[in-house]
């Protein structure tokens, strides 16, 4: 078996793309490496992403997919407590979702397993 566990994104702003990640989608940290720039953040599954400063970041289309349990609520709960979305959840060329961007321009699509099938 094989499972991707890590990701690495380079971020401009550190203590920025930090509190984006954790208070917009929820992720925990999991550690800080003070020295290095780098904190990791873990979804409730275990994957992880680590966000490095330095350098500059390459949004260049890099997009990530998070699944949740209910796109259509997520969204309503979402903007309600003022996340701005590029786009609410509707069909596009990946499926069916909702789409924003973080501090850095990278692409983070939300969606669910029963609105792909349904819609």
Do not use: C
């Not at 509190?19 to 953040?41: H, I």
């Not at 949004?59 to 979402?78: H, I, K, P, R, Y």
């Not at 609410?88 to 501090?103: I, M, S």
Request: charge should be negative.
């Amino acid at each position: 078996m094989m499972k991707l566990d890590h990701l690495n994104l380079p971020v401009s702003d550190l203590a920025r793309s930090r509190a984006w990640y954790s208070e917009t989608l929820g992720l925990a940290v999991e550690f800080e490496v003070p020295d290095r720039r780098t904190v990791a953040l873990r979804d409730k599954e275990g994957f992880a992403i680590f966000l490095t400063e330095g350098g500059q970041a390459a949004s260049n289309g890099l997009a990530l997919w998070f699944q949740v349990d209910n796109v259509d609520a997520t969204f309503e709960e979402w903007t309600a407590r003022g996340v701005r979305f590029a786009h609410g959840p509707q069909k596009t060329f990946w499926g069916y979702g909702a789409e924003l961007a973080d501090p850095d321009g990278y692409l983070v699509r939300l969606w669910d397993a029963r609105t792909m099938q349904d819609k």
